[in-house]
């Protein structure tokens, strides 16, 4: 059974920058592809980003694209999402998520493991 932790949510003013991390026990976390989604309120859960295995492969919602960044450290089991020009509209409770595949992957349903969220608040 895999846990994954979300940490380094907070608040932000429009422009700023955040990092979130996410660390990951229990499984192999090497073999997982990663993935970064966010709910905000009265809103369906939407994909942000997501990472292959050996981190050279990488997609992003068109809306974050040139805006964040997703890494993974397989050696600290901890994947990253570096969030910069923060817009209000980020604003959202973030989560990630692991697939038993090494395949990168969109789709939220394809996901087998899910951290707590973490809130990020950008202000205006």
């Known amino acids: 059974q895999v846990q994954l932790v979300e940490s380094g949510g907070g608040l932000v003013q429009a422009g700023g920058s955040l990092r979130l991390s996410c660390a990951a026990s229990?499984?192999?976390?090497?073999?997982?592809?990663m993935g970064w989604f966010r709910q905000a309120p009265g809103k369906e859960r939407e994909f942000v980003a997501a990472?292959?295995?050996?981190?050279?492969?990488?997609y992003y919602a068109a809306s974050v694209k040139g805006r964040f960044t997703t890494s993974r450290d397989n050696a600290k089991n901890t994947v990253y999402l570096q969030m910069s020009s923060l817009k209000p509209e980020d604003t959202a409770v973030y989560y990630c998520?692991?697939?038993?595949?090494?395949?990168?992957?969109?789709?939220?349903?394809?996901?087998?493991?899910w951290g707590q969220g973490t809130q990020v608040t950008v202000s205006s």
């Open positions: 998520a692991a697939r038993s595949s090494s395949i990168v992957s969109k789709i939220d349903r394809s996901y087998n493991y």
């Open positions: 229990g499984g192999t976390f090497s073999t997982y592809a």
């Open positions: 990472i292959g295995w050996s981190g050279s492969t990488t």
